[in-house]
């Protein structure tokens, strides 16, 4: 074979070498098993920040442990804080059905609002990427965690949380809303208009609702019925039905006004809201219960148009 041809096919050799090498040099390995996003709050506390984390674990529960486990740990990225990480602690969790309630120490409440939304915001958006848990509320020693006015903050969802958070994550929303409350005789319901109402995207409109219902009207001719001491536990909706879980507040009426006007005062305003069809409402969790001796709180409320008073009231 001449030299020149051995030369030529030397170097096609080294050139398909040094392609295979190369190659293999610049393609990055692939983790093995499932991505998920392990959020973590920024060092400015200004924001909520992700980075990528894959498990080959497939049990739900394991998989729960095991995110619980990344959020508590150091992140790569130094400017990067995890949110379980403070001082405080995580003393213990439980998972029935699609609702995840995780307990903190009191230390959890030493956070400034601004760091106790973000560190919120990291913990429910990565714990909500297990199968099956929609939902997740967060009590202290076993009490539901309240906001600044004082009042539950309820059960979370993912998106109830901006991506790129920092100050989004406290944006503020208008929305109209259509409530409806007792008539001077509180034996009948009127409808309110309350148009602009401002609020924190934080919390979902079902439980704007409930909120602005314990508020109590604004306008001429419409009264309240539900205690103003009622606090909300929680507002969580499923397959169109909402379920409204107040505390114990909730069955003590300072008003004159009839068992049916105050629970079709809740239900006909939260059917107005698109997706939900139907009302259950529970105290402390237990609807197995009868408001003022007579409604039992077992049912599930459908809207009641019978009650609604002819005369037109003074809506804003």
């Given amino acids: 074979m001449k030299p020149d041809k051995i030369k030529g096919i030397g170097l096609l050799c080294a050139a398909f070498l040094l392609c295979l090498l190369t190659g293999c040099a610049g393609r990055e390995e692939q983790p093995a098993g499932k991505g998920y996003d392990i959020y973590y709050v920024n060092n400015q ?20 442990d095991e995110l619980i486990g990344q959020l508590g740990a150091m992140p790569e990225k130094m400017e990067y804080k995890a949110p379980l990480a403070g001082n405080f602690k995580l003393l213990s969790y439980s998972w029935e059905e699609t609702q995840l309630t995780v307990d903190f120490d009191k230390g959890y409440r030493e956070m400034d609002s601004i760091t106790e939304v973000l560190v919120r915001a990291a913990i429910v958006r990565t714990l909500s990427q297990v199968e099956n848990i929609s939902y997740i509320s967060f009590t202290i020693e076993g009490e539901p965690l309240m906001d600044n006015g004082g009042a539950a903050v309820g059960t979370m969802s993912a998106d109830m949380f901006i991506d790129n958070a920092g100050n989004e994550i406290n944006s503020y929303e208008k929305v109209n809303l259509r409530l409806y409350f007792a008539n001077e005789n509180g034996d009948r319901l009127v409808e309110e208009n309350q148009r602009n109402v401002e609020y924190n995207s934080n919390i979902s409109l079902e439980k704007l609702v409930v909120e602005k219902l314990i508020e109590g009207p604004y306008s001429d001719g419409a009264y309240p019925t539900i205690n103003p ?39 006909n305003s939260l059917v107005e809201l698109p997706n939900v069809n139907k009302v259950q409402i529970s105290i402390n969790g237990e609807s197995d219960l009868f408001y003022k001796e007579r409604i039992s709180l077992t049912t599930i409320f459908e809207r009641n148009l019978d009650l609604m008073d002819n005369k037109e009231d003074g809506s804003k």
């Fill in 45 to 64: 506390e200004s924001g909520i920040v992700s980075a990528r984390y894959f498990s080959e674990t497939e049990d739900p529960k394991a998989l729960l």
């Fill in 229 to 267: 001491e009622t606090k909300v536990v929680s507002v969580t909706v499923n397959d169109g039905i909402c379920y409204v879980n107040l505390n114990e507040d909730f069955l003590n009426q300072p008003y004159n006004v009839s068992s049916d006007v105050t629970i079709y005062s809740i239900t």
